[in-house]
Each structure stands twice: as structure tokens, then as C-alpha cells.
């Protein structure tokens, strides 16, 4: 899979998952991060929610 559609499933799945961001607890989003960051990396995951990167590694 290329890295640019690899990106877009991505987007795809957390648009699913986190329709409302603002309402998803700080929580919820870095356990998907942390579940995900290895496949991805962190800022593309945080650049398909629409959040900042500081966001992650603030809940640490």
C-alpha cells in the first residue's frame, strides 16, 4: 500500500470512528494514536483528526 493511500484509509477509518472530535475525550484519541502510531506515525494520524500533535504527547 502506498503511503498516500495508506493516509486515506486512515482519514477514512478515524472520520468513522471520531465523526465528533471535540466531543471525543483526550483519553480515547491517544489510545488510538498509541494503537496506531507504529503503522502511521503520529502526525499523519493527528493531521486526518484535525488535532494538534502537542495533544498526544501533552496526555503522556
Do not use: Q
Not at 468513522?16 to 466531543?23: G, I, L, M
Amino acid at each position: 500500500m502506498k503511503s498516500g493511500d495508506a493516509e486515506r484509509g486512515l482519514i477514512e477509518s478515524t472520520t468513522a470512528v471520531f465523526a465528533a472530535v471535540d466531543s471525543t475525550p483526550t483519553a480515547t484519541l491517544t489510545r488510538f494514536i498509541d494503537t496506531h502510531r507504529n503503522r502511521f506515525g503520529v502526525e499523519p494520524i493527528c493531521r486526518a483528526m484535525a488535532i494538534a500533535v502537542a495533544t498526544d504527547y501533552a496526555a503522556k
